[in-house]
C-alpha cells in the first residue's frame, strides 16, 4: 500500500480526528480561560470583603426577638 492508497481508505477517519482533536483543544481552552477569570474576580471579591463583622465601619441594627405562645401539643426544636 502506498500513500495515495492509505490516504483514499483513511482520509475520512483522518479527518474525522483532526476535526475532534481541534474541538476538543478548542474547549479545553476555552474552559480554562473561564476558570481563570472566575478565579480572578473571586480573589477580588475576596479582597475587598471585611470578615470582621464587628468592625467600627460596619452599620449595627437594633437587636430583635420574636415570641409567640405554642399550644400544648406543640414542640420547638
Known amino acids: 500500500m502506498n500513500g495515495r492508497e492509505f490516504w483514499l481508505r483513511w482520509r475520512r477517519d483522518i ?4 476535526v475532534i ?6 474547549a479545553g481552552l476555552t474552559i480554562q480561560s473561564m476558570v481563570g477569570r472566575g478565579r480572578e474576580r473571586l480573589l477580588g471579591f475576596r479582597q475587598s470583603f471585611d470578615p ?5 465601619d460596619r452599620l ?4 430583635w426577638t420574636y415570641a ?6 406543640h414542640t420547638l426544636w
Open 15 to 18: 479527518v474525522r480526528g483532526v
Open 52 to 56: 470582621n463583622f464587628q468592625s467600627a
Open 60 to 63: 449595627h441594627g437594633e437587636q
Open 21 to 26: 482533536f481541534g474541538l476538543v483543544v478548542g
Open 68 to 73: 409567640t405562645p405554642l399550644a400544648a401539643p
